[in-house]
Nanobody, 124 residues
Framework: QVQLAESGGGLVQAGGSLRLSCAVS????????MAWFRQAPGEEREFVAS????????SYGDSAKGRFTISRDNAKRTVYLQMNSLNPEDTAVYYC?????????????????WGQGTQVTVSS
């Protein structure tokens, strides 16, 4: 069983930055594809970014391109989401997700494991 633990959310002013972390419990973490999603109240879960852990290839949703960066640290078994130039529309609960294999997908249902989420609030 894979456990994911997010941290790093909080309240930030528009234009500011946050770095989210997702710690992975599995010893086979390097065989997974990881992703960040977000969900605002009343909205569907939205793809933010993904990374193939073994080769480091990345993919971004339109809202994240040019502002957010996904990365991973093998030694810490942790995936990060660096978020810059935040605006109030980025306010949401951010979730880390994992799926076995190298396929990166933007579809939430194709991820097997999810963290509990971390709240990001951007004030104007």
């Amino acid at each position: 069983q894979v456990q994911l633990a997010e941290s790093g959310g909080g309240l930030v002013q528009a234009g500011g930055s946050l770095r989210l972390s997702c710690a992975v419990s599995s010893s086979t973490f390097s065989t997974y594809s990881m992703a960040w999603f977000r969900q605002a109240p009343g909205e569907e879960r939205e793809f933010v970014a993904s990374i193939n852990w073994s080769i480091g290839s990345t993919s971004y949703g339109d809202s994240a391109k040019g502002r957010f960066t996904i990365s991973r640290d093998n030694a810490k078994r942790t995936v990060y989401l660096q978020m810059n130039s935040l605006n109030p529309e980025d306010t949401a609960v951010y979730y880390c997700a994992a799926r076995p294999g190298s396929l990166m997908t933007t579809t939430p249902a194709r991820y097997n494991y999810w963290g509990q989420g971390t709240q990001v609030t951007v004030s104007s």
